[in-house]
């Protein structure tokens, strides 16, 4: 089992360009999540899925979409970067309310 | 409000020494409490996980304690080790749903020789 991984590890973006961030897991788990991690903050919810083909907005979600087109795969798209989107985003997996895994995460740096 | 208080912000210890890390939450309903230990760079990862009914769980030199009546829970690190230098961060489960976890900011634990 790989559990969660996350590409890129690190991406630098310019103002206004675009990106995904890639996440799949191997566990069959069916609850995704994405957080972000701000410096000396907790970890912010920003989307999450219950399944396949659901999804749903998390406390943070604004400049932010998803998609849960299989069970593995929850792919974060940042349409236009803007500065407040540095951040450390972790992806992660559970079954259901049970433990859940995280992914290594990614550093974005929006310049 | 649900909200996640640790204490303290950060330490420094010994190595060989013991320390317990703190955590207070409003979180309700209750579901169970996490302790995750992340490494600089690193997702968090799972410790321990304590329901309701659980007041003490231990794994390895980690044990955890939880008063779900007054809301508490605590990490007690026993003999620390320079690995154990990482951000604590505990994680209270509420049962309403998959948007459902209440993340503390996290102890940042430092164990120097």
């Known amino acids: 089992n790989a559990g969660v991984t996350q590409t890129p590890k690190f991406r630098i973006l310019k103002i206004g360009q675009s990106m995904t961030l890639q996440c799949t897991q191997d566990?069959?788990?069916?609850?995704m999540y994405w957080y972000r991690q701000d410096p000396g903050m907790g970890l912010k919810l920003i989307y999450y899925?219950?399944?396949?083909?659901?999804?749903d907005k998390g406390e943070v979600p604004n400049g932010y979409n998803v998609s849960r087109s299989t069970t593995e795969d929850f792919p974060l798209r940042l349409e236009l970067a803007a500065p407040s989107q540095t951040s450390v985003y972790f992806c992660?997996?559970?079954?259901?309310?049970?433990?859940?895994?995280f992914g290594q995460g990614t550093r974005l740096t929006v310049v | 409000k649900n909200q996640v208080e640790q204490s303290p912000q950060s330490l420094i210890i010994l190595e060989g020494k013991n320390c317990t890390l703190q955590?207070?939450?409003?979180?309700?309903?209750?579901?169970?409490l996490r302790w995750y230990k992340q490494d600089t760079g690193r997702g968090p990862v799972s410790l321990t996980i304590?329901?309701?009914?659980?007041n003490t769980k231990s794994n390895g030199r980690y044990t955890a304690t939880l008063d779900a009546d007054t809301k508490q829970s605590s990490l007690h690190i026993t003999a620390s080790q320079l690995s154990d230098s990482a951000s604590y961060i505990c994680?209270?489960?509420?049962?309403?749903?998959?948007?459902?976890?209440?993340f503390g900011t996290g102890t940042r634990l430092t164990v120097i020789p």
């Open positions: 992660a997996s559970s079954y259901a309310d049970t433990e859940a895994f």
């Open positions: 566990m069959n788990h069916n609850y």
């Open positions: 899925s219950v399944g396949a083909g659901i999804t």
């Open positions: 955590c207070n939450y409003t979180v309700s309903p209750f579901s169970n």
């Open positions: 304590m329901t309701f009914s659980e």
């Open positions: 994680v209270v489960v509420s049962p309403t749903g998959a948007n459902n976890l209440f």
